[in-house]
């Protein structure tokens, strides 16, 4: 517990090019939503979002950490990564648009898909990017507000 | 349906999960694309791909697929295997491929996620 409005927190190191692990912080995610009893489609939304953005970690940054955290009302994620960064990114939020690798697209991802399901899944979404040093996801859902 | 009408229809093999085949599945949806399976994905969905890495485990998880299914023959590697063995996913390998396997299951009334979604939306 880092402080009083916060009820959850817990921080994740991410390894990029570490794709045996990746899911594992969504899924504990899930896990700890679930035991909460937080509402299920809610969670659903919050892990779909966790796991496209722990794959972008994995696939095109060096490291990142993930920070999630849970207050009365809302779950938050930050995902900050040491990585490639992003140009422009008007463009890569567009569906379809990737710069992934072949190699990439062979595991299944790279469907330029990642981050508009991200923005889809979240009530919140922000994202910076620095090119040649990293991105940051700053991820928000709200607790209390009816589905969209 | 019932996974194990789904199993005989694509003449599969149960790689793991044999216990539930009982169990049913109302609604089915196919891709390799794992971020379109994040995109389009229902809870209790029945999802047939080509995609045998880890991965395509992992995303039945995050979407609370009931069951998956491998085409042309394949089946997950290794770790997918244990992955889906620790989560109680089962996992069906047909030889058909996707179109094929879709058509059967389609044809004897297992709907795509897409009609599904179409459904909802006209409401």
């Known amino acids: 517990m880092k402080n009083k409005e916060n009820v959850l927190s817990q921080h994740y190191e991410i390894n990029g090019g570490d794709f045996s692990n990746a899911g594992n912080i969504s899924t504990q995610i899930k896990e700890t939503l679930k035991e909460l009893g937080i509402r299920s489609s809610l969670i659903r939304r919050a892990a779909i979002a966790a796991y496209e953005a722990e794959m972008n970690v994995v696939m095109y940054a060096h490291q990142g950490q993930f920070q999630f955290s849970l207050t009365p009302s809302t779950?938050?994620?930050?995902?900050?990564?040491?990585?490639?960064?992003?140009?422009?990114?008007?463009l890569a939020m567009?569906?379809?648009?990737?710069?992934?690798?072949e190699e990439l697209r062979e595991m299944g991802f790279g469907a330029g898909m990642g981050l508009p399901n991200i923005k889809r899944n979240s009530d919140q979404f922000q994202i910076s990017s620095t090119p040649g040093k990293g991105t940051f996801l700053d991820i928000f859902f709200y607790l209390n507000q009816r589905e969209k | 349906m019932t996974l194990k009408k789904v199993k005989e229809?694509?003449?599969a093999e149960v790689v793991c999960g044999e216990s539930q085949l009982d169990e049913e599945v109302t609604f089915a949806g196919g891709s390799d694309?794992?971020?379109?399976?994040?995109?389009f994905g229902k809870p209790g969905i029945l999802l047939l791909t080509g995609l045998t890495n880890r991965q395509s485990v992992r995303t039945a998880e995050i979407i609370e697929a009931k069951a998956l299914v491998y085409v042309r023959g394949k089946k997950p590697d290794k770790e997918g295997i244990e992955l889906a063995k620790k989560i109680g996913i089962p996992v069906l390998s047909t030889h058909y491929m996707m179109y094929t396997s879709c058509g059967f299951l389609f044809k004897n009334g297992l709907p795509g996620v897409s009609l599904l979604r179409e459904k909802e939306d006209e409401k």
């Open chain 2, 9 to 11: 229809l694509l003449q």
């Open chain 2, 33 to 39: 694309l794992m971020s379109d399976v994040l995109a």
């Open chain 1, 75 to 90: 779950i938050h994620f930050t995902v900050k990564d040491l990585g490639i960064g992003i140009e422009d990114i008007e």
């Open chain 1, 94 to 101: 567009q569906e379809g648009y990737s710069t992934a690798t």
